[in-house]
Structures are given as C-alpha cells and as structure tokens.
C-alpha cells in the first residue's frame, strides 16, 4: 500500500496563491506518477494535474493551465501544486493520488490521500 498525505490548504482571496504538498510513503516503488484531483460541492471529482515521477512529465487541466504548476521532490516522494491567480471556481477539495503512470483519468490512479479543502473567496 501507498499512504499520502495533503497539506497546505486554506482559505484565501481571488487573486492570491496557495502551495498544496503531498508526501507518499510505504511502498512507493509502485508509484510512477502522483497527480492533484478535486472536487467542488455539488460535482464530481475532476482532474488538475499530474507529473511523472522520475522524468518530470506534466499535464494539466486547461482551466488552470498558466495559473498552476505541479512540481516533485524526487528524494521525498512527494508532489507540490503551486497555485496562483486562485478563483472562486477553484474552492474545491483537493486530492493527492498516486499511480503506476501520468493519467488524467481518475480510474488511473490507485492511492489517493484524505484532501484539504482550498476556499477561495470573492
């Protein structure tokens, strides 16, 4: 199995930025890339972002291409998203996941953290 744990949520004002950090642990042998999901009330769970484990391969979702850049710490097996120009169309849960290669597809991934709530105000 494959733990993450999210951390940096909050909440914050249209315009400002946030740092969401991910740290993978037990058996992460498994994990080829670690991506960012969330889901707002009322909607199902979308995807954000994802980078490949070892090569750095990204991708991105366009509602938040040139706002949100995903980024890995090889060495700690963990993944940052940093987020910027936030809008309230951004409040959301936010997902850590954890699979075997760069998907944006939900059923691709097979760990996913707990969340942290991102709430962006007007």
């Known amino acids: 199995q494959v733990q993450l744990v999210e951390s940096g949520g909050g909440l914050v004002q249209a315009g400002g930025s946030l740092r969401l950090s991910c740290a993978a642990s037990?058996?992460?042998?498994?994990?080829?890339?670690m991506g960012w999901f969330r889901q707002a009330p009322g909607k199902e769970r979308e995807f954000v972002a994802a980078?490949?484990?070892?090569?750095?391969?990204?991708v991105y979702a366009d509602s938040v291409k040139g706002r949100f850049t995903i980024s890995r710490d090889i060495a700690k097996i963990s993944v940052y998203l940093q987020m910027s120009n936030l809008k309230p169309e951004d409040t959301a849960v936010y997902y850590c996941?954890?699979?075997?290669?760069?998907?944006?597809?939900?059923?691709?991934?097979?760990?996913w953290g707990q969340g942290t709530q991102v709430t962006v105000s007007s």
């Open positions: 037990g058996r992460t042998f498994r994990v080829g890339a």
């Open positions: 996941a954890a699979g075997s290669s760069l998907a944006g597809r939900e059923y691709e991934y097979d760990y």
């Open positions: 980078i490949r484990r070892s090569r750095g391969g990204t």
